[in-house]
């Protein structure tokens, strides 16, 4: 599943991001969701959270809860 709509993230489901320094090559970062930070209900480059660990980036892929 995609991260494009903002009703399938929820707090704590694990999460594949791509971080803003990683948007060039395509790296995959994988965390825990704390907050989402994007407001609408869905964007075409994936929605924007914030990891536990403090990083922030756009989901690309959910990876389970």
Request: no cysteine; charged share 30%; glycine share 12%.
């Amino acid at each position: 599943m995609n991260g494009n709509k903002r009703s399938d993230i929820k707090p704590g489901l694990k999460v594949a991001i791509v971080l803003k320094k990683d948007q060039r090559s395509g790296n995959l970062t994988e965390g825990i969701v704390k907050d989402i930070l994007t407001n609408s209900a869905n964007h075409p480059h994936g929605i924007k959270v914030r990891l536990m660990d403090g990083q922030v980036g756009r989901v690309k892929e959910i990876l389970g809860s």
